[in-house]
């Protein structure tokens, strides 16, 4: 098991230029949740948040949480129920209506006067919004900066092309002591084209590291026989803490 541990810490793949040019359109997303290709959803959370949840909220109460990317993520509901209050961005609005409906939370909706077209969905309680639009749009909404932040299918999902702008909207919306968790996905970016795309240690310093100190929690071999379909051999998740320099 040792063995393992350590051939998973050095595995780095060389090609990480292969993937640059691959695009997903919005539409494209929007039409995975019609079609139910949300395979990327997990019922029932993830299993290395629920696992360092503790070093993630440092016992702080009342925290700003951002999900990026949220889909109908239940882990919203968890931070919620612990009293954070909870920002979501997510570009179709099926899924959001659906982490309401899943949740039991009634909830109301309002367009976002700043972004035309979109709206913002709000819990009754008031400590979960919703906001339905395109990822680059919303810091036109002025939605303030965040405590912490659940970055996990987001990074992944984002086309390759797109990752500078990202992670500047990520680096703007910190607020000074966060904790970032991020996760990310290795394997060998020349035999799938992704989503979710490959994303290297090297690549996460070269995006955050001029702000953020990078330290990868642990790493987890997720392959199962269903990946063989993209053609690798091998999956592994990894979880980075990323917080203030």
Sequence with gaps: MDNE?????????????????????????????VDRKITFHQKQGHQLLKKHLDSFLKGKSGLRVFFPLCGKAVEMKWFADRGHSVVGVEISELGIREFFTEQNLSYSEEPIMEIPGAKVFKSSSGNISLYCCNL???????????????????????????????????????????????????????????????VSDAEIKRL??????????????????????????????????????
């Excluded at 970055?151 to 966060?178: C, E, F, H, Q, T």
Aim: aromatic share 12%.
């Design 5 to 33: 541990r350590t051939s998973l810490d050095i595995k780095e793949y060389p090609d990480t230029e292969v993937q640059k040019n691959q695009v997903l359109t919005l539409e494209e997303w929007q039409e995975k949740w």
């Design 136 to 198: 680059f749009d919303l810091p036109r909404a002025n939605i303030g900066q965040f405590d912490r932040i659940w970055d996990r299918g987001s990074l992944v999902a984002v086309n390759p092309a797109d990752r500078k702008r990202y992670a500047d909207i990520i680096l703007s919306l910190m607020r000074k002591g966060i904790h970032y968790f991020l996760c990310v996905l290795s394997y060998d970016p020349t035999k799938h084209g992704g989503p979710p795309f490959y």
């Design 208 to 245: 955050f590291g001029s702000v953020c100190k990078t330290q990868c929690l642990e790493e987890v071999d997720v392959f199962e026989e269903k990946h063989k379909s993209w053609g690798i051999v091998s999956l592994v998740e990894k979880l980075y803490l990323l917080t203030e320099k």
